[in-house]
């Protein structure tokens, strides 16, 4: 098949270099540009040091309108972060023929014009779409700990959420919170209760169970690592653990990304893969749900190539088997 031709708008973040890193090697793709207003002109490794001989690219400082009107283009992935990408669809006009693919939280309510970009949960819709809002990165990890339970109707009480994510999850900008001689050797909550990702969480769950209306108890943790988050989630549960893998397996079954563990599961597990890893037990009437997952490739950037992939009718997978980094 002919190459699908790309544009990254917001090449310079960490979302944008993963995109870079996934899609330079994606054997369909061909990156047409990446902008950035702020690298404009300086070749993609200067930024993204570890590109260092394996592209040519350099950041356009193009009207981006010019660059939307390139003949070919097929797709862009909107990476500039939250409120841009609402600014940038009303101030383009983008073709209905070029695919659209936000990395930000912007077009993920179920009433936007966008296809909310769970393929665990939303692979038809996707397959039919060219507007596809990505996931965020906690949502997606909470999101695959419970889908199987609301598919079956068993999301009958509170849930209840301990979720701690990697600082790459709060952006490239440099803030007191990400700055290495805070996060090194410290863990802190925020927005307990409050995260903004527990508006999607029920908007799945309801789609899929409509009744659910119990709390979703949500403490989100800063870790002091790079990358990658560990949502443990438990809520009451009648069955037994077998019972609960059956579930699971059964409803990942044709999904190539979320596995289910008989081991217990870990953050190096997942890192640098589009991978998420789910682990069950059961203890007192509670179902305990650990999964794992890398908060820039399943969170974010291999997410946004696994939905490419689905708008363009390839195989899921494909440029998405990804090593992970064990040790």
Request: hydrophobic share 40%; glycine share 8%.
């Amino acid at each position: 098949m002919e190459k699908i031709n790309v544009g990254i708008i917001g090449g310079a973040g960490y979302t944008g270099g993963e995109l870079l890193r996934i899609l330079i090697n994606h054997p369909f793709v061909n990156v047409a540009f990446t902008h950035s207003k702020s690298q404009a002109g300086k070749p993609v490794w200067a930024t993204h040091t570890d590109l260092l001989g394996d592209t040519d690219l350099t950041f356009s400082g193009e009207e981006i309108s010019e660059l939307l009107a390139q003949n070919g283009l097929d797709a862009i992935f909107l990476c500039s972060g939250h409120g841009a990408s609402a600014t940038f669809m009303a101030e383009h006009e983008v073709s209905d023929d070029i695919a659209v693919i936000d990395l930000s939280a912007d077009f993920r309510d179920e009433h936007d014009d966008f296809v909310y970009g769970l393929p665990e949960l939303n692979r038809e819709r996707i397959q039919e779409a060219m507007r596809i809002a990505n996931p965020g990165c906690f949502a997606s990890s909470i999101q695959l700990a419970l889908l199987p339970l609301a598919k079956a109707g068993k999301l009958t009480d509170d849930v209840h959420v301990s979720a701690i994510t990697g600082s790459t999850g709060a952006g490239q900008a440099l803030v007191p919170t990400t700055g290495f001689t805070w996060r090194n050797n410290n863990v802190s909550i925020y927005k307990a209760f409050t995260h903004q990702h527990l508006a999607e969480i029920r908007q799945s769950l309801t789609q899929l169970e409509p009744d659910f209306a119990a709390a979703i108890n949500f403490i989100p943790y800063r870790g002091d690592f790079t990358r990658g988050i560990m949502a443990n989630v438990y809520t009451p549960f009648t069955g037994t653990l077998e019972e609960a893998k059956q579930l699971y397996r059964s409803f990942y079954e044709n999904h190539p990304f979320t596995h289910v563990s008989d081991a217990p599961v870990d953050v190096k597990q997942v890192v640098n893969t589009n991978k998420c890893l789910v682990h069950l037990e059961v203890h007192d009437g509670q179902l305990l749900i650990t999964s794992v997952i890398d908060n820039l490739t399943k969170g974010a950037s291999g997410h946004a190539v696994q939905n490419l992939n689905l708008v363009f009718g390839l195989p899921e997978d494909t440029g998405l088997r990804l090593k992970s980094v064990a040790f």
